[in-house]
């Protein structure tokens, strides 16, 4: 198909994204926060009020609701696209210099919780399509477009849910995207990278619980639930699990060898680190498994010794490592102390090749003449999860041209959330492009 650009494709995208942050959505994991209704109804209106005729739905309550528009394509024969973002986010804590929840744009940057995790992505999906409605414009083949609850507490009111009891949603699709890839860094004046997810570890949520004696304070006891809690806990936090090679880190590390024109060993994180500075928190993590303490509970009265003692523990796994992860983990674990999986999820790994990933490197070329695209392996999970149950081939792209200083990596789930506004406008292009020739 011949492609002519929206020349005013970027016009709004800041401003929607905005509108998305000023809406309240945070998820605190336990079904107590505000949900996603109210921001649901705010997609659905910025849908309809171009003409669109969405639906709102509800998934396990009527706090979690979600948007979802199929957009008819030129040619019916082709298997659709998914194009899917989340609604939710998680909490604003700490001292922020703008409100987290008022969507402010200063110094060339909207300001708030979700500002890149993710209303930017939800924003930029939202320009694109009500471009496409004003100017008459078809995509080449139909795209599914799906905003979602519950992404930050594993999807079980939201991705997952669709999977099992909205089945219709995903007819004939073979493909999605969603977050977190697309993003750039800057090698020299003459190459950005462009990180495209092309895979991401699976989720252990683990809570862990220690048994041992009731008593007082004062009396000897020898099965004490919260020192026998806290050995477990300092042994995990201070573990080390082996590196391990996945096709995406060899690809990735080949990729950023070619870059630098470097020799780095694939097993050699440090020399991988030390040329992708902040850009390595998103990339160090995602060469060994991890299992990280992150919640403590114990006791009720100073001078009682109680029965039991929790802690959370959040693991993440690399694709086709999880059973030597669970071997691994479970010799950690105390005698008197047992695992309670939470939430599990799968991990992903695709093929960084196809149509897709061509198409991907040609849209952003199109905007940056210096774009290179290059895979890797996401340390965190998105709803890809669910959706590969369906056989989707997932990947994560929001593009964003990012200004080498900004130390991306920082800002999701941070204080002082930001997104640069030539980054969502230059998003906004390169998603229009590559969504209508996909």
Same mark, same amino acid.
Not at 212 to 230: F, P, Q, R, S
């Given at each position: 198909m011949t492609y002519t650009p929206i020349t005013d494709i970027d016009s709004e995208v800041t401003s929607l994204v905005s509108q998305l942050i000023q809406v309240d959505s945070t998820n605190f994991g336990d079904d107590t926060g505000p949900g996603e209704a109210e921001v649901a109804e705010c997609v659905e209106a910025m849908l309809r009020e171009v003409g669109y005729e969405p639906e709102r739905f509800e998934t396990s309550s009527s706090k979690r609701q979600g948007v979802f528009l199929r957009i008819p394509g030129e040619d019916p024969t082709l298997p659709a696209l998914l194009a899917h973002g989340h609604l939710d986010v998680v909490p604003a804590v700490g001292k922020w210099s703008h409100n987290p929840f008022g969507g402010e744009i200063h110094d060339g940057m909207v300001w708030g919780r979700g500002a890149v995790d993710m209303k930017d992505g939800d924003g930029i999906l939202l320009s694109v399509v009500r471009a496409w409605k004003r100017h008459g414009i078809k995509p080449r083949r139909d795209i599914a477009l799906l905003f979602l609850p519950d992404e930050e507490a594993g999807g079980r009111h939201g991705a997952h849910w669709l999977v099992d009891n909205r089945p219709e949603f995903f007819e004939g699709v073979s493909e !999605?995207?969603?977050?977190?890839?697309?993003?750039?860094?800057?090698?020299? =004046? +003459?190459?950005?990278?462009?990180?495209?997810?092309?895979?991401?570890? @699976?989720?252990?949520?683990?809570?862990?619980?220690?048994?041992? =004696?009731?008593? *007082?304070? /004062?009396? *000897?006891?020898?099965? $004490? /639930?919260?020192?026998?809690?806290?050995?477990?806990?300092?042994?995990?936090?201070? *573990?080390?699990?082996?590196?391990?090679?996945? =096709?995406?880190?060899? !690809?990735?590390?080949?990729?950023?060898?070619?870059?630098?024109?470097l020799d780095i060993d694939p097993s050699d994180v440090e020399s991988l680190v030390k040329v992708l500075g902040p850009t390595a928190r998103t990339i160090g993590a995602s060469f060994a498994n991890t299992a990280k303490p992150t919640m403590l509970e114990a006791g009720y009265k100073v001078n009682v010794v109680p029965g039991e003692a929790t802690a959370m523990?959040?693991?993440?796994?690399?694709?086709? %490592?999880? +059973?030597?992860?669970?071997?691994?983990?479970?010799?950690?674990?105390?005698? $008197?102390?047992?695992?309670?999986?939470?939430?599990? +999820?799968?991990?992903?790994?695709?093929?960084?090749?196809?149509?897709?990933?061509?198409?991907?490197?040609? &849209?952003?070329?199109?905007?940056?003449? $210096?774009?290179?695209?290059?895979?890797?392996?996401?340390?965190?999970?998105?709803?890809?999860? !669910?959706?590969?149950?369906?056989?989707?081939?997932?990947? @994560? %792209?929001?593009?964003?041209?990012?200004?080498?200083?900004?130390?991306?990596?920082?800002?999701? *789930?941070?204080?002082?959330?930001?997104?640069?506004?030539? &980054?969502?406008? %230059?998003?906004?292009?390169?998603?229009?492009?590559?969504?209508?020739?996909?």
């Open positions: !999605a995207v969603g977050e977190v890839g697309g993003f750039s860094f800057q090698v020299n =004046k +003459d190459l950005n990278l462009y990180f495209i997810q092309t895979a991401e570890k @699976g989720i252990r949520w683990m809570q862990l619980i220690a048994e041992g =004696k009731a008593g *007082h304070g /004062a009396m *000897h006891n020898d099965t $004490n /639930a919260v020192t026998e809690l806290a050995e477990t806990v300092s042994r995990i936090g201070k *573990h080390r699990f082996e590196r391990r090679l996945t =096709k995406t880190n060899i !690809a990735l590390v080949k990729a950023i060898s070619e870059a630098f024109n523990i959040d693991a993440r796994v690399l694709p086709g %490592f999880e +059973d030597e992860f669970d071997l691994e983990f479970n010799k950690l674990l105390g005698e $008197n102390v047992r695992r309670n999986d939470v939430i599990s +999820d799968i991990a992903l790994e695709t093929e960084f090749e196809g149509a897709m990933v061509d198409l991907m490197a040609a &849209s952003l070329s199109a905007e940056d003449p $210096n774009a290179r695209t290059v895979p890797y392996l996401l340390s965190g999970g998105t709803d890809a999860k !669910a959706f590969a149950r369906l056989g989707i081939r997932c990947f @994560g %792209f929001i593009p964003l041209q990012l200004p080498p200083e900004l130390d991306f990596a920082a800002l999701f *789930h941070g204080v002082d959330e930001r997104v640069p506004v030539a &980054s969502l406008e %230059f998003g906004a292009r390169v998603m229009e492009r590559f969504l209508r020739q996909a």
